[in-house]
């Protein structure tokens, strides 16, 4: 969060660490196919507009690899609670915004 990360791409996510990306604000992206996973290089090049606004637990996206020219889906997989909390920018933000002073 502190050095200007804006999402986390991965094949999956151990629980608590999914938890400590949405607590620091940061979106939990995994794809859709795992298998995609092994397209991307570091430094790799992507365009992708992935929304923790869609309705539903699962939000699916396109992500094009622009390097390659080739398209992956993204899976974004949150509990609403975790949708609130990453909405509003992080755990801290959201208990500002939600616990009465």
Known sequence: ??????????????????????NSGIPPVTFADPKAYDGIQQGTASGSRTSSRQSGTKARRPSENLTRGTRAALRVS????????????????????????
């Open 78 to 101: 949150l509990r609403p609670y975790q949708r609130e909390v990453l909405l509003a920018g992080g755990g801290i933000r959201y208990v500002h915004l939600h616990v009465p002073r």
């Open 1 to 22: 969060m502190f050095l200007g990360v804006h999402l986390v791409l991965a094949k999956s996510f151990a629980r608590i660490h999914l938890d400590n990306l949405v």
